[in-house]
């Protein structure tokens, strides 16, 4: 029952439409926590989906192997009742990195995201001996903005280097303020004219990960017609939806909450059905905040 044309509902919980779907594939940051701890009615609601006999995987562009993710959202207060799996774009990079032939990468990123390169056979170098750069982020998205790599975009493309985006999402919430991810340099480098590659969410090899594991829990593979996938992001988590064919659940209080009004208050319809009508993918249902 994908919407692809009028203004979807807004629910007040899941569990008016939780029996219609096997699967959800549910994003983390906008969605389970803000950046800096979790929503507690998000866990309750993906916990008692669960106990419904629902599988629930989540689905992150957060440029970090799963494991890494795991003791994040454990440290945030995401309860581990809320999830079967974690799939990251940190995964499907590593992955790429591991069965491509590059030998020697330019790591673009803050530290807090080194997890991502540990085991892999691969040797870090710098910018002029690089055969690809991999971009996690900006060095410091506290202080930086993406303008502030025109120079390096400048001279990445006189080496005619690759771009492997970690991270295709271009601003997450954190703590209610916006913040540059990686996506937003790739977009940069791209109109450049470089050669780049994304990971995560939009893109089809995320989705493909996550279903794997849904199928292993299912032990079949899972009807795309009964997979919901649940995000806050118009150009990631509902174009995602739609490019696979499933259902999608909007959320709307995450990282187009300003564009929304929701910052100075309550929904107003006719800003909703506005931007709904504007938005290059439309979701099937919305919600407020993910809850029961």
């Not at 709307?252 to 100075?264: A, C, K, S, V, Y």
Request: with cysteine; proline share 4%; aromatic share 8%.
């Amino acid at each position: 029952m994908t919407n692809t044309s009028q203004t979807p509902v807004i629910l007040g919980g899941i569990s008016s439409i939780a029996t219609q779907y096997d699967v959800i594939l549910c994003d983390i940051w906008g969605v389970l926590q803000n950046g800096l701890k979790a929503y507690a009615s998000a866990s309750e609601a993906l916990t008692r989906y669960r106990e419904q006999g629902g599988k629930v995987i989540l689905v992150s562009n957060a440029p970090r192997p799963a494991l890494d993710v795991v003791g994040l959202l454990d440290g945030m207060g995401v309860a581990r009742s809320a999830y079967d799996g974690i799939v990251t774009s940190g995964d499907v990079t590593r992955s790429m990195l591991s069965e491509g032939t590059w030998k020697n990468y330019y790591w673009l990123g803050p530290q807090r995201d080194g997890g991502l390169f540990q085991g892999l056979p691969i040797t870090a170098t710098e910018l002029e001996t690089a055969d690809v750069i991999v971009c996690t982020g900006l060095f410091d998205d506290a202080t930086e903005t993406p303008d502030d790599y025109r120079d390096f975009i400048a001279k990445a493309r006189e080496l005619n280097l690759p771009f492997l985006c970690a991270n295709p999402d271009i601003l997450v919430e954190r703590g209610g303020d916006l913040i540059y991810c990686a996506g937003a340099i790739a977009g940069l480098y791209e109109t450049a004219g470089g050669e780049t590659l994304y990971s995560g969410k939009p893109y089809r090899p995320i989705y493909k990960a996550a279903l794997n594991v849904a199928a292993s829990l299912l032990k079949r593979e899972p009807d795309l017609s009964r997979t919901l996938m649940v995000g806050d992001a118009i150009r990631t988590d509902v174009a995602g939806a739609n490019g696979m064919g499933c259902d999608s659940l909007f959320v709307l209080r995450g990282i187009h909450m300003h564009e929304l009004g929701l910052d100075q208050g309550a929904l107003n319809d006719g800003s909703f059905a506005a931007f709904i009508e504007r938005s290059a993918f439309k979701p099937t249902h919305a919600i407020d905040t993910l809850g029961w």
